[in-house]
């Protein structure tokens, strides 16, 4: 990928990620914790599932950082997690 790309490439993989994090809270106010007959302690327990992957990986991660470089270690993970979602929604 040549060097101009690779900026707004991670642009928009951070805003995915955003998006991906805070989806949650935008869905539970606007109708899908009455949907699915969420009390607010379900909804708070069932929010915090979602950051506490992020939580157990994040260390990890930083040491696969360290050792594979910064390079490496965001080019593996930008081309793989499109590859893992794709598996994911065929199960």
Known sequence: MPRTLILPYLCLLYFI??????????????????ELKLSATVF????????????????PSNLALHKFGARRWIARS??????????????
């Open 17 to 34: 990620n955003y998006l991906d994090r805070v989806n949650i809270g935008f869905a539970g106010p606007n109708g899908m914790s009455e």
């Open 44 to 59: 708070g327990f069932a929010s915090g599932v979602f950051f506490i992957g992020y939580l157990i990986l994040e260390v």
């Open 78 to 91: 930008a081309a793989r997690w499109p590859a893992h979602r794709r598996r994911r929604t065929q199960l």
